[in-house]
Each structure stands twice: as structure tokens, then as C-alpha cells.
């Protein structure tokens, strides 16, 4: 098995110790995205939704692969409460055949933003 490193400078650099994302042969592991930049200039939670499916969308592109190729996500959010707000602008970026997926609440996640979104992806 080959394990190739993926980095684009068009996605936040990691905050601590890993990669935005690991291919292992065909697998494609994405580490969480948050939108730090749209949170801390007090974005609104659609706004921070969307930069973090960006972020995911950018690093997916640098690996060659799409939302199409997504065959697992993981959401951790802040409130439960905003579930359906972040579920909305989370399926504009999957609109036929969406992935596995699981949604829990955390009691923080990294600098206090409010959606932190991972996901797994089968390169071709």
C-alpha cells in the first residue's frame, strides 16, 4: 500500500499535528474542516457551513476526486440545534446518491468554531 500526503494551499493549513488528507492506495481520508476565518469574523452558521464543504472541496480537487467520489462523511457540531441549517447547505454539495454519514453534537471542537465536517472518498 502506498501512503501519499495531500496538501493544497487553497484549503487552512492543519492547526496541529496531521494532514489536511491521506490517500492510502484508493481510499482518500479528509481530516475535519472548520471555517476559523468565517467563524471569528462572526459568519453565520450557513456561512461557516459553506466555507467548510469549500475546504473539503478544495482538498478533494487536489487529490482528484469530487463530492461525487465521497462515500463517508462525519459532522460534529456545536448545537444540535443548528442541524438543520448546516444539513441544508451540507446537501447542495450532494444532490443525487449522498454519502454514509453520521451527525453528533460535541461539546467543543477546535478554536470554538460551531461544524467541523471529516469525510472518507474511493479514488478511481
Known sequence: MTKKIIFTEAAPAA???YSQAVQAGQTLYVSGQIALAVFEAG?????ETLQVMKNLQAILSAAGATFED???CSIFIENMDDFAIINQVYGQFFPNNPPARET??????PK???VEISCIAHLS
Not at 459568519?43 to 456561512?47: K, N, P, R, V
Not at 453528533?104 to 471542537?109: G, I, K, Y
Open 112 to 114: 470554538n468554531v460551531r
Open 70 to 72: 465521497v462515500v463517508k
Open 43 to 47: 459568519g453565520s452558521i450557513e456561512e
Open 104 to 109: 453528533v453534537q460535541v461539546a467543543r471542537l
Open 15 to 17: 492547526i496541529g499535528p
